[in-house]
Every structure is written in C-alpha cells, then in structure tokens.
C-alpha cells in the first residue's frame, strides 16, 4: 500500500519551531518531487515548498527565511522545519509526492501523485 503520513504538527507559539516529518511506505521517494501544501479553514490549499528529486527547493513567499525542506532518502523521509512560526501558519499541512526522473521537477498542486491526509499546526499564544 503506497502511503505517505505526515506527522510532526501540533501547537506552536509564535516565534517558535516545528518540524514536520513526511515519511513515505510502499514506495521510495527517490525519483520523487516532494511537496508540502497547507489548507486554513476557510481558505484554498496552497503550495508551502517544493524538494525536486536532485534536491532543488523551493517556496512559497510567505514561507522563505523562515521555513526549509529537506529530505532524507535512506529514511525515505521529507521534512519540513518552520521557525519563526506566525499565527497565519495555522492550517493543515499536507506533503505530497510526484515523480521526477528528470531531478528538475516540480509540484504542481493537480499534478501531484500522492497525498498524505495531512497533520494539523496551530499556532498561537
């Protein structure tokens, strides 16, 4: 069963730290893009940071300086470390996996091939 879970979320103050963890089962995530997205209530999904497979990153404004991704593949696992964390980081945070052969990729939010279910941040005083 190809699956990906997120975990790491919680409750965070403002100018705090949380790392997210995005740990891949049935498949590897090497030939992966890795894409973190978060959904507030009330508001779309949108896209946090991209890992392509060769490890280009990249993010979203809101998230640059203050949020990086990384990823582990011995541990077939994608992190993502926010700090400086705000009261709008609040939302759902998913990581998603799309296949990248090319090492160059992207992660398009409709092309995207596997979703966690995703792991709650709240961030507040």
């Known amino acids: 069963q190809l699956q990906l879970v997120e975990s790491g979320g919680g409750f965070g103050q403002p100018g705090g730290s949380l790392r997210l963890s995005c740990v891949a089962s049935?498949?590897?995530?090497?030939?992966?893009?890795i894409g973190w997205f978060r959904q507030a209530p009330g508001k779309e999904r949108e896209g946090v940071s991209c890992?392509?497979?060769?490890?280009?990153?990249t993010y979203a404004d809101s998230a640059k300086g203050r949020f990086t991704i990384s990823r582990d593949n011995a541990k077939n696992t994608v992190y993502l470390q926010m700090n400086s964390l705000k009261p709008e980081d609040t939302a759902v945070y998913y990581c998603?996996?799309?296949?990248?052969?090319?090492?160059?990729?992207?992660?398009?939010?409709?092309?995207?091939?596997?979703w966690g279910k995703g792991t709650l941040v709240t961030v507040s005083s």
């Open positions: 890992i392509t497979s060769g490890g280009i990153t």
């Open positions: 049935g498949f590897t995530l090497d030939n992966y893009a």
């Open positions: 998603s996996a799309r296949r990248d052969s090319t090492r160059y990729g992207s992660c398009p939010p409709g092309g995207m091939n596997y």
